[in-house]
């Protein structure tokens, strides 16, 4: 039977559902943090700036990010941050034009007021948070209800997805293919659909690898499918992998977790090996800029959602690009971009090492 594909726009249906957290944070920044006011006077470095606004590292990337995907602000060619004429004339409070008062009819909002919460403190506002930590507090990952809503969410993005990642990845060279946050697993079933000499093995918590499991008995998988329950931070593979996928798991943790995950499976790499990160990636800064990036908005947006419901946000090309370089790993010249934003950017390592 052939395979069914999606016939229309993921990446559209997506974004229309993300956008609402630019709105929720173009409100914070008038009327909380009035960075119009602020940069009123002129430009200011990136630290300068974060330091005014009383703002985390996290919760300014965020933050600025998204008002630089929306034209509100820019970074000079000096790296001072500074409101675009356009910014200018809608939140500066001397500006006749200025529409600040209209914006902060946003403040009865509940959502504003719950993202205004979230980069005050630079965490979640709610008790929910999807990240696990070993020696952290119980995890809504390890709940059976929550994350079996959170697992089966996911399977819905991954269904867009997978075919096009599987249609576009070319895995001939892999025995062992390790999906680290597999959750579903919907992205190695694909792949070991397509590769029938592939075997797969999904790292993830309880109640997401029994979502997998229904999943791999439903394809007719099971013999070739290993479920692993570990600490996607840590585990070691008694195998080592040929290919590690790393799919929107990253952007869960905040920057140090982040680039410790990436760096700890570079190790269990096999020779030749590689590690693929699939993500939806903010445009890169160029070396020494500051940390905000000029767009897309609609990951500007799903960075804004991520940021309010765990400890991560949308990390940017040259942060991943970084990430996989320190980690010993070169490249692969070729990136595949797939619906939502989303590209797969694999570092190799070498044949010798
Ligand atoms: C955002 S979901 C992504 C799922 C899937 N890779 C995809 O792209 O659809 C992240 C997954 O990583 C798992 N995860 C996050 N932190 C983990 C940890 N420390 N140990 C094990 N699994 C973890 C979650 O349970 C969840 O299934």
Not at 249 to 257: C, K, P, Q, T, V
Request: proline fraction near 5%; aromatic fraction near 6%.
């Amino acid at each position: 039977m052939p395979e069914m594909l999606p016939q229309h726009d993921t990446t559209r249906f997506l974004d229309d559902l993300r956008t609402a957290q630019i709105s929720n944070l173009l409100v914070a920044a008038v009327i909380e943090f009035d960075v119009g006011r602020v940069l009123a006077a002129g430009p200011l470095l990136y630290d300068d700036l974060r330091e005014r606004l009383g703002l985390a590292d996290r919760s300014a990337i965020v933050l600025l990010t998204a008002l630089r995907s929306i034209d509100l602000i820019d970074v000079h060619a000096d790296h001072r941050i500074g409101l675009t004429a356009y910014g200018q004339e809608k939140m500066d409070p001397d500006s006749p034009f200025h529409l600040r008062g209209y914006l902060g009819l946003g403040r009865f909002s509940g959502d504003v007021q719950n993202m205004i919460q979230c980069l005050r403190d630079d965490a979640p506002a709610g008790n929910v948070s999807f990240v696990f930590h070993e020696d952290g507090p119980p995890s809504s990952l390890d709940d059976t209800e929550t994350a079996d809503t959170l697992t089966r969410a996911m399977a819905d993005r991954a269904r867009n997805v997978a075919p096009m990642l599987a249609a576009q990845l070319d895995l001939g060279q892999c025995k062992h293919l390790v999906d680290v946050g597999g959750a579903h697993g919907l992205y190695s079933l694909a792949l070991l659909k397509k590769y029938p000499g592939l075997r797969a093995t999904i790292i993830d918590r309880g109640p997401p690898l029994r979502v997998a499991q229904e999943y791999a008995e439903a394809a007719g998988c099971m013999d070739r499918v290993t479920f692993r329950l570990d600490d996607a931070h840590h585990a070691k593979l008694d195998d080592p992998a040929d290919a590690v996928l790393l799919a929107n798991l990253l952007h869960d943790y905040n920057e140090a977790d982040a680039r410790a995950m990436v760096q700890h499976y570079a190790g269990e790499l096999a020779r030749g090996g590689c590690l693929m990160v699939l993500d939806s990636l903010l445009e890169s800064v160029p070396e020494g800029a500051p940390p905000v990036s000029a767009g897309p908005r609609p990951v500007a947006a799903y960075s804004a959602l991520l940021f309010s419901i765990c400890e991560g946000r949308c990390y940017r090309r040259d942060e991943i690009d970084r990430w996989l370089t320190d980690a010993g790993l070169s490249i692969d010249e070729a990136t595949i971009s797939l619906p939502a934003h989303g590209a797969l950017v694999t570092g190799r390592k070498d044949w010798k090492s």
